[in-house]
């Protein structure tokens, strides 16, 4: 049987030993939110990703089961899996005490704050971008039909039609 092992900064290891193993599950002990976890894939198609934190997905994305989770996984414990897996032990693995899905649902108040949040920070990336288009020169007209605005240095746009040519929505600054 064959399997791999994808590091968190995206090295490829055919069939690594189990001190590999416990090596590059050490990695997940330095903080990375850009890459937060590593797995282990079987050539069946089952994968299990450890994260930096302590949950552990098990998962076959070919055969379309899964995903489920496990939380407060050790990383003994997580080796432990990933040796079964290495091994096609899957009746094993499915005794683990899964949960459906990537992980718990987020709370309400949570998901809340992280949706503003991202509001705020599109809002700022638009707002940049937007700025940067610079002034609208009165000379030419906006070619959007029934727009009277000036056109912006290298384009045939006003700012807000410019903004919306481009990103497809309304632009959320001076209509």
């Not at 290891?13 to 193993?21: G, K």
């Not at 610079?134 to 029934?146: A, M």
């Amino acid at each position: 049987m064959t399997y791999y092992v994808q590091t968190r900064w995206g090295d490829s290891e055919d069939a690594p030993t189990e001190a590999r193993m416990r090596e590059i599950l050490s990695e997940l002990d330095t903080p990375d939110p850009e890459h937060p976890d590593t797995w282990l894939s079987h050539e069946t198609g089952w994968t299990l990703s450890v994260f930096e934190g302590d949950t552990v997905i098990w998962e076959n994305p070919e055969e379309e089961q899964g995903p489920r989770y496990l939380q407060k996984v050790s990383r003994e414990d997580a080796l432990r899996m990933w040796l079964l897996l290495s091994r096609g032990a899957f009746n094993e693995l499915e005794s683990e005490p899964w949960r459906d899905g990537y992980g718990p649902p987020i709370p309400e108040a949570e998901r809340n704050q992280r949706q503003q949040e991202a509001m705020q920070i599109t809002l700022k990336i638009d707002r940049d971008f937007y700025d940067s288009l610079g002034p609208e020169d009165p000379t030419r007209t906006c070619r959007h039909e029934g727009c009277n605005r000036g056109a912006v240095k290298f384009g045939i746009f006003c700012r807000p039609h410019h903004f919306e040519s481009l990103y497809n929505r309304s632009c959320p600054f001076e209509h």
